[in-house]
Antibody, heavy 117, light 111 residues
């Protein structure tokens, strides 16, 4: 059974840094593109970043470009999101997702990041 | 960026009755491989989104056959033939043709 378990979300001050992790199991992690999507509680979904199977292609939304970095460790079956220079409007639930836009799409349960002083 | 426009944003329904949600993309979602990179997701209360329909009209594994997707050009429709109580939640359309992937505003289905 496919599992994606996010962790690392917590309260952080504006300007601070945070690294989110997403541990994958139940499938061959190294064979899939992976994504991060965020959602302000009660609001809509916003795509954040994606990374290809071996980690040499990444894309980020303009709103996070230069501040967030997606990466992966295929040996550890883990996806990461390094978040620097955090702003109040980065407050959201962050979901990791497998291969969005296809039949293999699957989302984790999310981790809450709160940016506040 | 490709803009995805959903309607309606709120959909009150009666169990056993049909329901329909529309989504329009601001440009074609047709990939050179011949597929349209368009999905429908359902986010049930307190849960993460789950895939319902992929590539415009293909039902995901385990999705009841009362759900169906259709498309015409840049217009996409999700149909529920007979709404069940467990269908409540927010429905999102999404394009995955190009980054940034973009979602519709969401349609809240309530019984």
């Amino acid at each position: 059974e496919v599992h994606l378990v996010e962790s690392g979300g917590r309260l952080v001050q504006p300007g601070g840094s945070l690294r989110l992790s997403c541990e994958a199991s139940g499938f061959t992690f190294r064979q899939y593109w992976m994504h991060w999507v965020r959602q302000v509680p009660g609001k809509g979904l916003v795509w954040v970043s994606r990374i290809n199977e071996n980690g040499d292609i990444t894309d980020h939304a303009d709103s996070v470009k230069g501040r967030f970095t997606i990466s992966r460790d295929n040996a550890k079956n883990t996806l990461y999101l390094q978040m620097d220079s955090l702003r109040v409007d980065d407050t959201a639930i962050y979901y990791c997702g497998r291969d969005l836009a296809g039949l293999d799409s699957y989302w984790g349960q999310g981790t809450l990041v709160t940016v506040s002083s | 960026d490709i803009v995805m426009t959903q309607s309606p944003l709120f959909l009150p329904v009666t169990p056993g009755e049909p329901a329909s949600i529309s989504c329009r993309s601001s440009q074609s979602l047709l990939h050179r491989n011949g597929f349209k990179f368009f999905d429908w997701y359902l986010q049930k209360p307190g849960q993460s989104p789950q895939l319902l329909i992929y590539l415009g009209s293909n039902r995901a594994s385990g999705v009841p056959d009362r759900f169906s997707g259709s498309e015409s050009g840049t217009d996409f429709t999700l149909n529920i033939s007979r709404v069940e109580p467990e269908d409540v939640g927010v429905y999102y359309c999404m394009q995955g043709l190009q980054t940034p992937y973009t979602f519709g505003q969401g349609t809240k289905l309530e019984i």
